[in-house]
């Protein structure tokens, strides 16, 4: 079964998937509450998911800063849950309009800085897949994941192929196979994700916001805190070749690569595409899991290419992970545009010309 | 008067096998509060899989620590949120939440409230002890005007809340108050709280010795005993209130149940508009 409960907090330019859950979860028997504000919101979803139900919210730059606590809450107790955030422009209230100015925000706004994952969609076709993917991914890891999308993308109309519900593949997060008398709520090896079982079940559940043993509980030993803190990093490194997807277009025989996500890498496609045209060999690399970060395809297509164009709505965010993975291996230059309209292929073509 | 189970029973049928010493200071009404929520549990016969407990961040979250209930222990304050989502995802789970008194009147106030507006069925417990203890003595929403903590060292120029009318007047359907001295009373309004459809909140009035009672010794007293005993004598019942003059009415605290009324309650409500979208009737 797919997402039965939504908790959400009204927020331009989010609001209308609030809207459509509010629809849709009465016909097929789910949950819609509309909450008191985000940080309610990210509990609810949390509360709905440790009863076993598959929960998500949506919300943008203002809620998000307010979901921050509940994001670190899932994070520790390990429960699953998907945060949509279609970014608009910040600091605070910023502007409604286009953004990708929570790249990182995502990433290390919980104290702790841990692991989370993060998909960016580029289209409205790709809303709809890694919707799924973000709910697979976060019932496989026990871990909160962001679908980062944006204010166009999120007002966008395009046409889905919505597939056969049968061919819709559907991930259930781990549950115990050992008697309820010999299960631990939080036992899992080095890079392991603990079983877990519903609140309401004959299983036995704790689950708490401070670092804890393996049973849950309060008080671990030095090793203990050590083990858990690394665990919950690396129950997701550990398994990169499930979580990473990339695309790379024309990158094979590039001299200039273009990295970009999200809405961008469309009008990068198209400024790749007009300078191949123009006998400039241009590529792309696109990563749709953008965190955990596709450390390994930056640095090998920093090893191929002559030079790699970063282009972002920000004041520079994901370029310095493209500049810590490249490790100097090519020259990075970076293209912003912070105004909260969409960047022309044309900008970034004359860009690539610079760069040639 | 309902038979009270004896500890050995409670212990062996709700707690860990080898449970720790406890962990509250001397005197502290917390562990009092605790097995009273355990003993009421276990006196409305509750099944053990078709219960939640949702607890919120200060000295009460160690009430829960050695129980085998299944429990969440979220955010400061967030209590009610958590309970709200677990209990429309959930409907078939008894969901009771623990909070302090900042906890749900400071941080959580605006769950709070609106888990009160919305009737949901859910059952809260306040303890209410007029302080910040774990974070070592600030004044927190309930603090009374006047005392002396750590962050009002001048004394406190600020009211302070009274969660049974803030319930009452955000909607609650049931709404009661209790001490840790009337302890036989508290399992009882408890009992009451959790079997009562819709949203319950118990005040639970609670003794903070080393952490209020040092500062404020000329107010419920400095010790665990002589705050209970402070409670003893500055507390009526509803039913003696009710016969009681003005005069034996001043400075006099109400315990028992103060609300309990019927309305619609929010997860049967969803339920009914999903059966009517379902026949499509939308």
Redesign the interface.
């Known amino acids: 079964m797919g997402v039965?409960?939504y908790?959400g907090y009204p927020i331009t330019p989010a609001s209308e998937i609030m809207e459509a859950f509010a629809r849709r979860m009465?016909?097929v028997?789910g949950?819609f509450?509309q909450?008191?504000?985000e940080?309610?919101s990210l509990?609810?979803?949390?509360?709905?998911?440790?009863?076993?139900?598959k929960?998500m919210t949506a919300t943008s730059g203002p809620g998000f800063s307010l979901m921050v606590?509940?994001i670190?809450?899932a994070i520790i107790?390990e429960i699953p849950c998907v945060i949509v955030d279609v970014q608009r422009m910040g600091p605070s209230h910023g502007l409604i309009f286009l953004s990708q100015g929570d790249m990182m925000a995502i990433k290390w706004a919980s104290p702790g800085g841990n692991e989370i994952i993060a998909l960016a969609p580029s289209s409205v076709k790709e809303c709809f897949e890694l919707t799924v993917k973000a709910v697979n991914l976060s019932e496989r890891f026990r871990v909160p994941v962001f679908l980062v999308s944006d204010a166009y993308l999120g007002h966008m109309r395009e046409k889905v192929e919505v597939p056969d519900p049968d061919q819709i593949e559907i991930v259930e997060r781990p549950r115990p196979t050992v008697s309820p008398d010999k299960y631990l709520c939080k036992d899992a090896d080095a890079t392991g994700v603990p079983a877990m079982a519903?609140?309401?079940?004959?299983y036995?559940?704790?689950?708490?916001?401070?670092l804890h043993t393996k049973a849950g509980?309060?008080g671990p030993s030095l090793e203990e805190r050590v083990f858990l803190v690394h665990r919950l990093r690396n129950k997701i490194l550990a398994h990169l070749d499930e979580i990473l997807m990339i695309e790379e277009m024309l990158t094979e025989d590039a001299e200039v690569a273009v990295f970009a996500y999200g809405i961008t890498a469309r009008s990068a496609k198209a400024a790749v595409m007009a300078a191949r045209a123009e006998g400039i060999k241009a590529g792309l690399l696109r990563p749709i899991t953008v965190w955990p970060f596709p450390t390994e395809a930056v640095s090998k297509l920093a090893e191929r290419v002559k030079s790699i164009l970063v282009v972002e709505l920000n004041l520079g965010q994901l370029v310095r992970e493209v500049e810590r993975a490249s490790a100097t291996k090519a020259p990075i230059t970076f293209l912003s545009q912070v105004d909260g309209l969409l960047i022309t292929p044309q900008k970034i073509l004359d860009r690539i010309k610079e760069l040639n | 008067m309902a038979r009270i189970t004896p500890l050995s029973e409670i212990l062996e049928k709700y707690y860990k096998p080898k449970i720790r010493a406890s962990p509250f200071c001397s005197g502290c009404g917390n562990g009092i509060t605790g097995q009273a929520i355990t003993r009421a549990v276990d006196r409305v016969g509750l099944p053990r899989d078709k219960l939640a407990m949702i607890i919120g961040i200060g000295c009460n979250l160690f009430m829960t620590a050695d129980l085998t209930y299944d429990q969440l222990v979220g955010a400061h304050g967030r209590g009610c949120a958590y309970a709200t989502g677990l209990k429309l995802a959930r409907p078939d789970l008894t969901v009771i939440v623990i909070g302090g008194d900042g906890d749900t009147g400071a941080i959580g106030g605006n769950h709070f409230i609106h888990a009160a507006r919305r009737n949901i069925d859910i059952t809260l417990i306040i303890s209410n002890n007029f302080i910040y203890g774990r974070t070592g003595g600030q004044y927190g929403p309930t603090t009374p005007m006047g005392s002396f903590t750590t962050t009002a060292p001048y004394g406190l120029v600020e009211p302070p809340f009274d969660f049974c009318k803030l319930a009452e007047a955000a909607g609650a359907t049931f709404v009661a108050r209790g001490t840790t001295y009337h302890t036989t009373h508290l399992i009882d309004i408890n009992g009451k709280g959790i079997l009562h459809k819709g949203f319950s909140v118990i005040d639970v009035i609670s003794q903070c010795p080393e952490v209020y009672g040092r500062r404020n010794p000329d107010r419920m007293g400095r010790t665990g005993s002589e705050m209970m005993k402070w409670m003893r004598d500055h507390c009526i019942s509803v039913e003696r209130a009710k016969k009681a003059s003005s005069e034996e009415l001043q400075d006099k605290i109400m315990i028992g149940v103060l609300v309990d009324k019927e309305a619609p309650e929010f997860t049967s409500e969803y339920r009914k508009v999903t059966q009517r979208v379902q026949k499509g009737m939308g």
Do not use: C, Q, W
């Open positions: 039965r409960f908790a009465p016909e028997g949950t509450i909450m008191e504000d940080i309610g509990a609810a979803v949390i509360g709905a998911s440790v009863g076993g139900v929960s606590e509940n670190g809450h107790s519903d609140f309401g079940s004959p036995r559940t704790k689950l708490i916001g401070s509980d309060y």
